[in-house]
């Protein structure tokens, strides 16, 4: 199984993004998809999570600002960030509980590799 997130980049305070991390291999079924992310000096945080029946949880720094959606057919989840502030400055990862073809009765967690957002001021 792998994780490929994609759409970090420069932006500046106040612009918008959207993050996007695809899942592939051995997929029985994704149970929970979420964004975590790094700042420097920082220990990774969670900023968003959404459960396999559509119920989301996000982080106060973001409430307002973020959307986590899936999609999924594609095996995607989604972060769409507005209002961006250089504190949401940090590298962005995915991570996601499935089920594998392989074994289909213990959940397995995986993480992406990050992409990095940076807000300038």
């Known amino acids: 199984v792998q994780l490929q997130a994609s759409g970090g980049g420069l932006v500046q305070a106040g612009g918008s993004l959207r993050l996007s991390c695809v899942a592939s291999?051995?997929?029985?079924?994704?149970?929970?998809m979420a964004w975590y992310r790094q700042a420097p000096g920082k220990q990774r945080e969670l900023v968003a999570l959404?459960?396999?029946?559509?119920?989301?949880n996000y982080a106060d720094s973001v409430k307002g600002r973020f959307t986590i959606s899936r999609d999924n057919a594609k095996n995607t989840v989604y972060l769409q960030m507005n209002s961006l502030k250089p504190e949401d400055t940090a590298v962005y990862y995915c991570?996601?509980?499935?089920?594998?073809?392989?074994?289909?009765?213990?959940?397995?967690?995986?993480w992406g590799q990050g992409t990095q957002l940076t807000v300038s001021s």
């Open positions: 991570n996601v509980d499935l089920l594998t073809t392989w074994e289909v009765s213990r959940p397995k967690n995986y």
């Open positions: 959404i459960t396999s029946g559509g119920s989301t």
């Open positions: 291999g051995s997929i029985f079924s994704i149970l929970a």
